[in-house]
């Protein structure tokens, strides 16, 4: 079975951390895109973060994020990940990660650029 799990969401206070894991299973992730989005209520799934396919794997943040997030991958583990620091009221949303042929952070269409969605975890910074 083709599958990305999630793991690591929660509560977190303004100007915390809290690192996001996604699992592959099925699939080799380091043949693939991958990155991290977030959907908040109301509003359209925003790409965060990828990494390319291409042999030099590239690196993209959103302006959002940069400075704040970090992706990267575990290819012993199959597994992605994102750190989270300084968080923010804003940053409040359902994280995804997701894998597929090319590194897109911007689209009409989302979801419609990857082969592979995780479930979303939800992550919430409160005070």
């Known amino acids: 079975q083709l599958e990305l799990v999630e793991s690591g969401g929660g509560v977190v206070q303004p100007g915390g951390s809290l690192s996001l894991s996604c699992a592959a299973s099925?699939?080799?992730?380091?043949?693939?895109?991958i990155g991290w989005f977030r959907q908040a209520p109301g509003k359209e799934r925003e790409g965060l973060s990828c990494i390319s396919s291409s042999y030099d794997r590239s690196t993209y943040y959103a302006d959002s994020v940069k400075g704040r997030f970090t992706i990267s991958i575990d290819k012993a583990k199959n597994t992605m990940y994102l750190q989270m620091n300084n968080l923010k009221d804003e940053d409040t949303a359902v994280y995804y990660c997701a894998a597929g042929e090319r590194c897109i952070l911007e689209s009409v269409s989302m979801i419609d650029e990857y082969d592979y969605w995780g479930q979303g975890t939800q992550v919430t910074v409160s005070s």
């Open positions: 099925g699939f080799t992730l380091e043949y693939y895109a």
